[in-house]
């Protein structure tokens, strides 16, 4: 079992470094036909300079993490660090919280030394190359203050789900993952329903779209279409960073339409609209739905697995530790990812499936042009890659490429529904 957890993680590394390689080759191609007008010989210089900035702060990350992955798991680390929660925690005299106590300590410790860890390679990415390339907005303090809050509410988060999951185990072990299932579905639904409400403003500021030009645009679009329309807000996301985007959030009587302020200043209101109108073809074909109900059983899925593995104590044993669900509970978490992966292929084919019903939505209502256009300012202005390689795509993209979209909304391609 030893040997399997090291291969994992080496074919982890293996995969990624492969289909970067694979992205590599592809940049000396020449630019698409249908983007040469956006992507002048300049532009395509500078987007393969980021590509390629980008990729090697994404070789040095990888392998960081799989050294001290194979270091910790090769020199004993993580049996160390369970050897220190067993003797910390001695002086609790309950059991359960005992456990609780253990399991806490053990994985917060390791996700404070991997935030830790990446903390001075974000660094670098923000204030090095998103400098270099003109979309960091960031000051330091907002930086360390938005790094402190993610990592205490991630933190909270996983102490809460870990408790619940201690208890759940100590007292119903049979029922353990239909009751955590429930338990951590519930959680996410709320956070989901209550984003802009409760996430959205310990990071931004969200304001309601001012009367004009704009928003009348955008009402009298919504009411054509026959969408209800709560409200449309702006979000200050310019203080961070150039990239621009739009998006819903919530769902039943909670969603709202937001437009980063970024994206409001790079396109025109047409295009602005096109951009909702695909939004709206979204929600009209319920993707939400549909994307959070496959969430709901990839996780039911993932919790009965986990359960047989605490069942027959799988993999503890593995790294020379006693029995115990923390260490199970991470190196489950090591196992699961090749699964993972198979999972994440899955849904990504489907949210590109998505993405191109939700551009149709916009073409059958006479926004393909402003579409386009939209589509084409948002990714050179990203400086996004006009070639990825198609193995690339198929195994990290959510999104269709530029291209494929643009042809789709030209008619010229017509078999990805
Ligand atoms: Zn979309």
Redesign the pocket.
Known sequence: MFYLLIAIVVFDFIIGRTLSVLNASREKLPVPALLADIYSEDKHREQTRYSRANRRLSWVTNSVSLVIMLLMLCLGGFRWLDNCVHLWTMPIASELWREVAMALLFFLIISLAEELISLPLSVYQNFVIEQRFGFNKTTPVLFLTDWLKSTLLQMLLTAAVLTIMVVVYHYLPDWFWLIVWAAVSAISLFFSYFYSQLIVPLFNKQTRLEDGELRSAIEKFASEAGFPLSDIYVLDSSKRTTHANAYFTGFGKNKRIVLYDSLIEQLSTEEIVAVLA??I??NKRR?NIRQLLSGLLQSLLLFFLLSLVLKFNLLSSAIGCEESLHVNLFLFYIVYSPLNLLLSLLTNYLSRR??YQ??EFALTHGMAAQLSSALKKMSVNSLSNPNPHPAFVFFHYS?PTLLSRLEHLSGSQTDCR
């Open positions: 695909h939004e073809g979204h993707h998505h993405e939700a551009d999104h």
